[in-house]
């Protein structure tokens, strides 16, 4: 049984009627092949109703789906013989960022994500996807060495943020995004990224610079949440009272007014020309299918990789410099 959002809701019914029909056809009762093949067919409709009018706050809903698939997810399907790498060699490691050597479509490199984790146990101890200053170390160090022994970087991007907290702060969280920033861009090795989730600002950005960036289907990527957005544009509004202000509640319709603001889904984010390509996900959404959402990342990074190693290392990073100059638009005003 999957977790289903409300917009999902109508899709309920359908597949597990599907399912009981499955189950009678492996019993030997032969006779129910139509229906299937009509609730079958209901539900391709209906799936094809709801996701092709897909408001970007539901586009951040199916990002952040307990059934998407995360970084470990793809690197059991699509990395051979994956190490993983732990620690900061300054503080401790960070369960909150996963990274490690391996094989991806006979290319040796190396794989760098965040990690949302499973149920409450698993979420608590990687802090649900928000990394601390040391996991944004560990990236570094592994980045370095990929860099030493030519090795090309992938790198999932799946987090709602870097985590605010007091202790991230006093161990220099600011800085050590920084540094990554500024150290991916001129790190001599071919650099991937893909937005499998949540890109969430300097939190995403610390792992997102990139030769070329890819976002799924149904991913948002931004520099802060609706949510967040949301809080500093509308929640303290000017009353009239003595006391001066009054608190909103925010609502809903608060979160979805922003998100269509913040520009935060794939083919706004593709027309901006702030990524490369946008990866179709499987009917549904890429947690219906973490086969075959799996399979279609590995023939992107395949042939991606393809492209960026015939290409000499100090033109790949002028391009990569150039590509992070251009983005955004402005205007000069003479005085």
């Known amino acids: 049984m999957r977790a289903y959002l409300e917009f999902e809701k109508p899709l309920e019914p359908i597949e597990l009627r599907i399912e009981e029909l499955r189950q009678l056809r492996v019993s030997g009762n032969a006779d129910i092949e139509q229906e299937l093949a009509d609730a079958t067919e209901e539900l391709s409709v209906r799936r094809k109703e709801i996701f ?26 699509i990395v051979e013989e994956f190490l993983e790498f732990h620690g900061d060699r300054r503080f401790s490691d960070d369960p909150a960022i996963v990274g490690g050597f391996g094989y991806i479509g006979g290319f040796a490199v190396l794989v760098v994500g965040h990690q949302k984790g499973r149920g409450t146990k698993e979420r608590i101890m990687r802090n649900f996807g928000q990394p601390h200053p040391e996991g944004y170390r560990k990236a570094m160090r592994l980045m370095k060495l990929a860099e030493r022994f030519n090795r090309p970087v992938v790198t999932f991007i799946d987090t709602p943020g870097a985590f605010p907290g007091i202790g991230a702060e006093e161990r220099g969280q600011a800085e050590a995004i920084a540094t990554n920033l500024m150290e991916l861009s001129r790190l001599r090795t071919p650099i991937l990224s893909i937005v499998i989730g949540e890109g969430g600002s300097g939190g995403a950005l610390a792992l997102g610079v990139a030769d070329r960036v890819y976002m799924l289907e149904h991913s948002v990527y931004s520099v802060i949440t609706p ?42 984010l593709m027309s901006f020309k702030v990524i490369d390509g946008i990866l179709e ?32 290392i100090d033109e790949l990073i002028d391009a990569r410099y150039n590509r992070y100059r251009q983005i955004g638009a402005f205007t000069e005003i003479n005085q």
């Open 52 to 77: 092709t009018n897909l408001t970007p706050w539901q586009r951040c809903h199916l990002a952040r789906h307990s059934d998407r698939p995360y970084t470990l997810d793809y690197v059991g399907r």
């Open 227 to 268: 949510e967040g957005c949301a809080a500093i544009l509308w929640k303290t509004e000017k009353g009239s009272g003595e006391k001066g202000s009054t608190e909103k509640i925010l609502t809903p319709e608060d979160f979805s007014k922003a998100a269509s603001a913040l520009k935060i889904t794939a083919p706004e």
């Open 281 to 312: 996900e499987p009917p549904g959404g890429a947690h219906t299918n973490h086969d075959e959402m799996a399979r279609r990342i590995k023939k992107q990074i395949t042939e991606t990789l393809k492209s960026l190693k015939a290409i000499d």
